[in-house]
């Protein structure tokens, strides 16, 4: 008995470990959801909206830091002749009177993150059918919109909370857990001695015989070898292998900088199962910033560039590691692959 004590009072007080947000991503009808690993959400409408989007962001924990913005835009320009936003905005085909000292108004956006105001704002559109701008033909369709909140709240765990959008309860602040802790991936010789020039052609000379020696299909003409300086004895060589109409997949290797080289394939691995259900990536469109020094992919979703999946990954000596993933699935002429909700973030 008195062993079984000890063992329960040591274990009490051993290190509790750190529990990750596994991100969500999620389409309720005409509305879309991310929240990532820190369980930071963002929601916006998606489909034929013409170009004006209503973008609600809230982060984890009891403050109610929180942000609502009306854009009128997207990828493509706004003419000049286009009426300010805000005295044009209806709901449901009536007009829809905002506070303005409460919000941030210019011609064609509107932002507030007072949490009363967002709220109060949520409340009066949430049972409507949509967001329209008078002598427009642009949309904010409000189906799903309620569901989309519901989902944040469960995702951060306020539902029964003072803190909550929809089933708001009595539950103080204080009952909403933090945002989960944010894991660290440090840059590993962050400037490696340059390649001699010796070295350089070494290793094009290797990467060549790679591509030639590799099943690729696409044109040679087309092929292309990378060599970049990663660490003092380590080059990452990448190589262009199979192409689409706006993509190319790549090869990539991990090599030694000296002969005989020693060579070993780079597979990039998820730490959490995305969308499409596989953790393992392929290298498309990759590139090496030699600023951040993080490995690139962008695949993208179609020759516009408005949705597909961005990710960053850097060398801890051993492998690369995710330090930012980040998916846009609708192809809505929205943005770019800069402003894509991120489901994975790193410090």
């Not at 309860?169 to 945002?179: E, K, Q, W």
């Not at 590993?188 to 070295?199: A, D, G, K």
């Not at 690369?320 to 846009?328: H, N, P, Q």
Request: aromatic residues 6%; hydrophobic residues 40%; neutral net charge.
């Amino acid at each position: 008995m008195r062993h079984s004590v000890l063992l329960i009072l040591f274990l009490s007080v051993l290190p509790v470990p750190l529990v990750w947000a596994a991100p969500a991503q999620q389409s309720f009808t005409d509305w879309q959801v991310t929240c990532n690993n820190q369980n930071f959400c963002v929601a916006r409408n998606t489909g034929e909206h013409g170009g004006l989007v209503m973008t609600l962001s809230r982060s984890a924990g009891a403050k109610t830091d929180a942000s609502l913005r009306i854009d009128l835009g997207g990828l493509s320009s706004i003419s000049a002749k286009e009426a300010p936003l805000a005295p044009r905005l209806r709901l449901d085909n009536a007009p829809l009177a905002l506070d303005t000292p409460r919000w941030k108004i210019t011609p064609w956006h509107l932002m507030t993150d007072d949490a009363a105001v967002i709220a109060t704002f949520l409340n009066t559109i949430q049972e409507g059918e949509s967001l329209t701008l008078g002598g427009g033909n642009q949309t904010i369709s409000l189906a799903g919109l309620k569901a989309a909140l519901l989902f944040i709240d469960a995702q951060q765990k306020r539902v029964g909370s003072e803190t909550a959008w929809i089933q708001k309860g009595d539950d103080p602040p204080l009952s909403v857990p933090p945002a989960p802790a944010i894991k660290k991936v440090a840059v590993v010789n962050p400037t490696p001695t340059p390649l001699t020039h010796n070295e350089l052609d070494d290793l094009l000379d290797y990467g060549t015989w790679r591509m030639n020696n590799s099943q690729c299909s696409l044109d040679p003409n087309r092929r292309e070898v990378r060599v970049t300086a990663l660490t003092d004895d380590k080059a990452l060589l990448i190589v262009s292998c199979e192409a689409g109409a706006y993509n190319t997949v790549d090869l990539a290797w991990l090599v030694s900088r000296s002969k005989p080289f020693a060579a070993r394939l780079i597979t990039l691995r998820l730490p959490f199962v995305p969308g499409s259900e596989s953790r393992d990536m392929e290298l498309m469109n990759a590139r090496f910033d030699e600023k951040t020094r993080e490995l690139t992919t962008l695949a993208l979703g179609r020759g516009l560039g408005d949705c597909g999946i961005q990710t960053r990954w850097r060398f801890d000596g051993q492998r690369f590691r995710l330090v930012r993933y980040a998916e846009e699935p609708s192809c809505d002429s929205w943005h770019g692959p800069d402003a894509w909700p991120t489901l994975w973030i790193t410090r």
